[in-house]
């Protein structure tokens, strides 16, 4: 497709569970970057890759966040032991280059812990 | 710390009824400032960037202007279609700080018919 794509557009899982966000991002993009959006807030970041590594990940929460990028395209975000505060729309972003020039965002995924 | 802050919160407007949204930033080493549009339900879309103090650029009803303190995005004779919460995010020099943008709250604008 032609834009960034992110599946499920809605999750809802129990608490202390596990979930799998995933995001695919525009072809060529070597730059992926992952944030959280609560209601009424701006998207906080997460994880940024440049190709297959995690470049920066000092926005993750907590140990029970996880991001993979293996093959330097589709990113998968990882949450163990999800918790309520763990509900929030989660966003990621592709740009041709670091630097968050021009990202482009998917559509999110609305995360609901009950 | 590094801090971005919106105003205001919420904007109605009349169509047709010019005004300004602020971003306000201190920050120990910018390397850029970043307007997003979002609408409801969406991702933010990209709108503009800015790299240095006096720098402008413009975008059908939209125009944003760029000091060593703020940022305004001006929003001349807008039209219902462009309401829209209005992002404004900064790029903040690595050096220990995280190569994502950080965002500010947002203006949630309204342009009523």
């Known amino acids: 497709g032609a834009g960034v794509s992110q599946t499920p557009s809605n999750k809802v899982t129990e608490k202390g569970k596990y979930v799998e966000l995933r995001c695919d991002p525009i072809s060529g993009h070597t730059a992926l970057y992952w944030y959280r959006q609560s209601l009424g807030q701006g998207p906080e970041f997460l994880i940024y890759?440049?190709?297959?590594?995690?470049?920066?990940d000092s926005g993750l929460p907590n140990d029970r966040f996880f991001a993979v990028r293996p093959e330097g395209s589709v990113s998968t975000l990882k949450i163990q032991r999800t918790e309520r505060g763990d509900s929030a729309v989660y966003l990621c972003a592709s740009s041709l280059g670091p630097l968050s020039a021009e990202a482009f965002f998917g559509q999110g995924t609305r995360l609901t812990v009950v | 710390e590094d801090q971005v802050t919106q105003s205001p919160e919420a904007l109605r407007l009349q169509e047709g009824e010019s005004s300004s949204l602020n971003c306000s930033y201190t920050v120990s080493g910018l390397r850029g400032l970043f307007w997003y549009r979002q609408d409801p339900g969406k991702g933010p879309e990209f709108l503009f960037t800015l790299y240095s103090a006096g720098e402008e650029k413009e975008k059908e009803r939209l125009k944003a202007t760029l000091t060593k303190k703020e940022s305004f995005l001006h929003i001349t004779a807008p039209k219902p279609e462009d309401s829209a919460t209005y992002l404004c995010?900064?790029?903040?020099?690595?050096?220990?700080?995280?190569?994502?943008?950080?965002f500010g709250k947002g203006t949630h604008l309204i342009i009523q018919p």
């Open positions: 890759f440049q190709g297959t590594g995690a470049a920066d």
């Open positions: 995010a900064l790029a903040i020099r690595s050096g220990g700080g995280a190569d994502g943008l950080t």
